[in-house]
């Protein structure tokens, strides 16, 4: 089945380290996004990308960055993680029109 | 920009008992509305969603009823389940984008 897989599912770091998340999907979609999930706080927009050219910052996308590679690939990037970076994050896709995403398995992510 | 309030934060019924989660947002050009299931340790999945140009859609035991006037829309569950426990987001297309509620968790208890 067509999916959307990110890697990797849990990551422990240190304050200070940079680390990067990766997210493929194999769903054929143009549009990717990443999202923080923190408890209380719903879904929060970090970054989109609506093709490979095309990087656009969310409402939260200070201290990271991101990547597409490909169609198919998009990573996020903490230059320099810090502990209350710590969350749930979820990659997810869609396409043009009135449709909804297809998330990821997400990345359980903590900074100590 | 576009707000998204949703309530309750959290819901406990009685399994059979029906379970009725309420979003309002606040710009009228918003025309298309998603709710997404949680279950734990997992990741969001679309279980229903609703067009403006509709007032209410059924899914077996979900349904979603809009009222673009108010600016509301609901999700309903009946005879819920066990299995129907989990945390439930709306989430409303805003521009070319959507803006998710802080999520509701629902317990049905046996």
């Known amino acids: 089945d067509a999916d959307v897989t990110q890697t990797p599912r849990n990551r422990i770091t240190k304050t200070g380290k940079r680390i990067m998340l990766e997210c493929s999907q194999t769903k054929g979609h143009d549009r990717m996004y990443w999202y923080r999930q923190d408890p209380g706080l719903g879904l929060r927009l970090i970054y989109y990308s609506f093709d490979v050219k095309d990087i656009n910052k969310g409402e939260i996308s200070d201290g990271y960055s991101v990547s597409r590679q490909a169609q198919a690939k998009f990573s996020l990037s903490l230059e320099s993680a810090i502990p209350n970076q710590t969350a749930l994050y979820f990659c997810?896709?869609?396409?043009?029109?009135?449709?909804?995403?297809?998330f990821g398995s997400g990345t359980r992510l903590t900074v100590v | 920009g576009e707000n998204v309030e949703q309530h309750p934060s959290t819901l406990s019924v009685q399994e059979g008992d029906s379970a009725v989660i309420k979003c309002t947002y606040s710009?009228?050009?918003?025309?298309?509305f998603p709710w997404y299931k949680q279950e734990l340790g997992k990741r969001p999945q679309l279980i229903i969603d609703i067009r403006s140009n509709v007032g209410e859609k059924k899914d077996q035991r979900i349904a979603v009823t809009l009222n673009k006037t108010a600016k509301h829309f609901s999700l309903h569950i009946t005879e819920t389940q066990p299995e129907d426990s989990a945390v439930y987001f709306c989430?409303?297309?805003?521009?070319?984008?959507?803006?998710f509620g802080p999520g509701t968790r629902l317990s049905v208890l046996p």
């Open positions: 989430a409303v297309r805003y521009g070319q984008n959507f803006v």
């Open positions: 997810a896709t869609g396409r043009d029109g009135n449709y909804g995403y297809t």
């Open positions: 710009d009228s050009a918003s025309n298309y």
